[in-house]
Structures are given as structure tokens and as C-alpha cells.
């Protein structure tokens, strides 16, 4: 047998354990795999028993060791093909699960407004949901639009939630008046939530004033 003829028998093993891969997609690494296993083992068991002698009348034989030369490059082909395949796979794996992981947080945006930062408390989001639910304020996108009272009233609200602020009545005066708590005003935080200006300057002119109109109404968020 020429060397031409062993690599042409070798060359067409070596397309059918590739086609076989390809039909079979779910054991491609385990086709390769075995056929790399077979063709390595296989060829170093013909030579181990006689059948395939690389020497004949005390001289090397080119055409047997060109064939197992050859039989051994493609097991190696079909083991790095394995591997490759392999390696492939676990990429795709990987991408679809960053790809799974990524959906709820465009789940979570694609629903409307989210509080972040100093924002994001449970009073907040408790308050803003009454609030949407009694028209006083609706959602605009990724923004809050307040529909109902004035300026002032909504720094009353947002007082109450992020700093305590609280409404005192008067005896004498017969009516409630703006105490101011101690917690931090987000005024640009809250600016850009509702798309406007002077927020929390709205709310420091009103300081120790009468609490704006509707305030009451404002109030009932606040409670169970």
C-alpha cells in the first residue's frame, strides 16, 4: 500500500468521524473524542502485536511509518477539535447566562420610575405609590410628573419622607404649622425625579410657616 493510499483512507476516516460529529451535534465532543481514542490506540496496538511492522528486513519502512505518522496527526486533530469544541460551548454557556442574568434588571427599567440612591427607601416607595394611586402624581417614563397642588405641597411631601418633617398644630393659632426634621433634603435628587427646579427651595420658605394647602390630604400617605 503506497503512502498516498494511506492518507486517502485516513483522510476519508477522518471526514466520516466529521460528518458523523456534525449530524450527531448533542455528542460531537464525545464522536471526536472516541475516534481520537480508537486511531491512537488502535494504530499502537497494530504495531504492539506485529501487524503493522515499521521496520522490514532491518530497514524503517517509510510507507508504514508515513501511515502511522499520519494516523496519529489526525487522533491529535480530532482531540484538539474536541477541545476547541469544547471550549466553544462553554463560551455560548456563558454569554446566555450573562444574557439571563441581564433580563430582569431591563425587566425592572422597562416598568418605569426606580428609586436609587438616597431615594430608594420603603417610605418612599410607599408614599409615591398612595400618592400615583390618589392623583396627586403619575408616571412619566423614568420620571415622576406631579398632576396635583402646588410646588410647595410636594416639598411637603418629600419633607415627610426624607426628613422627617412634620405637621404641628397651633392651639392658639388654630392651625398646623411645617416643623422641619433633621435628615438630609435630596432636592437635586428629587428635582431631576420630577424634571423641575427649587424643590427644596420651596420647601426652606416655607420653614416653621403654615403647612401648604391640601397638606391633610398629603398626610393621610403617611398612614396605615
Given at each position: 500500500m503506497t503512502v498516498t493510499r494511506i492518507f486517502l483512507l485516513l483522510l476519508c476516516v477522518f471526514i466520516l468521524v466529521l460528518v458523523l460529529a456534525t449530524i450527531f451535534k448533542r455528542y460531537q465532543r464525545i464522536i471526536l473524542w472516541s475516534a481520537a481514542i480508537v486511531i491512537f490506540t488502535g494504530t499502537l496496538l497494530l504495531i504492539?502485536?506485529?501487524?503493522?511492522?515499521?521496520?522490514?528486513?532491518?530497514?524503517?519502512?517509510?510507507?508504514?511509518?508515513?501511515?502511522?505518522?499520519?494516523?496519529?496527526?489526525?487522533?491529535?486533530?480530532?482531540?484538539?477539535?474536541?477541545?476547541?469544541?469544547?471550549?466553544?460551548?462553554?463560551?455560548?454557556?456563558?454569554?446566555?447566562?450573562?444574557?439571563?442574568?441581564?433580563?430582569?434588571?431591563?425587566?425592572?427599567?422597562?416598568?418605569?420610575?426606580?428609586?436609587?440612591?438616597?431615594l430608594d427607601t420603603p417610605l418612599a416607595r410607599t408614599v409615591f405609590a398612595k400618592a400615583v394611586a390618589a392623583g396627586y402624581m403619575e408616571e412619566d417614563g423614568s420620571h415622576y410628573r406631579w398632576r396635583k397642588g402646588t410646588k410647595a405641597l410636594l416639598a411637603y411631601m418629600c419633607g415627610r419622607i426624607y426628613c422627617g418633617d412634620i405637621p404641628e398644630y397651633s392651639e392658639l393659632d388654630r392651625k398646623s404649622f411645617w416643623k422641619f426634621g433633621n435628615g438630609l433634603f435630596p432636592d437635586a435628587?428629587?428635582?431631576?425625579?420630577?424634571?423641575?427646579?427649587?424643590?427644596?427651595?420651596?420647601?426652606?420658605?416655607?420653614?416653621?410657616?403654615?403647612?401648604?394647602?391640601?397638606?391633610?390630604?398629603?398626610?393621610?400617605?403617611?398612614?396605615?
Open positions: 504492539g502485536f506485529g501487524i503493522i511492522d515499521p521496520v522490514t528486513d532491518n530497514r524503517p519502512d517509510s510507507v508504514v511509518i508515513t501511515g502511522v505518522a499520519f494516523a496519529l496527526f489526525f487522533s491529535g486533530a480530532l482531540a484538539y477539535g474536541a477541545e476547541k469544541l469544547r471550549a466553544k460551548n462553554r463560551e455560548k454557556e456563558k454569554q446566555t447566562m450573562q444574557t439571563k442574568d441581564n433580563q430582569p434588571e431591563e425587566q425592572d427599567v422597562s416598568k418605569g420610575v426606580v428609586l436609587s440612591g438616597r435628587e428629587l428635582n431631576a425625579l420630577f424634571e423641575q427646579t427649587g424643590i427644596g427651595q420651596s420647601r426652606q420658605n416655607r420653614r416653621d410657616m403654615a403647612v401648604p394647602a391640601n397638606a391633610g390630604e398629603i398626610d393621610k400617605l403617611f398612614s396605615d
